[in-house]
């Protein structure tokens, strides 16, 4: 995890957007630190999108940074209580 951590938390940090939505949190860390490895199809040597995600989740919700939206954060709680 901590592989991409401080990645993840510039890309958080500076494009709010990507706070919310996983897709748009996935291609800018790519285009921001990978774009090598796209422009050469070398797609394996891409982070994987669940990493990603587990990533942002734990600094959103264990280290409380970078925060969703109010409108967002809700409908992710939501979803999480239909799980447990």
Known sequence: MDKYNSKIMLV???YPKARDDDRI???TL???FFLTEI???RFGDLPQFESITRVRRHIQYKLHLYPASPEIDAKRR???????
């Open 25 to 27: 949190l996935y291609w």
């Open 39 to 41: 422009k050469e199809k």
């Open 78 to 84: 939501t979803h999480q209580k239909k799980y447990y």
């Open 12 to 14: 958080l940090r500076d």
């Open 30 to 32: 790519c285009y921001l």
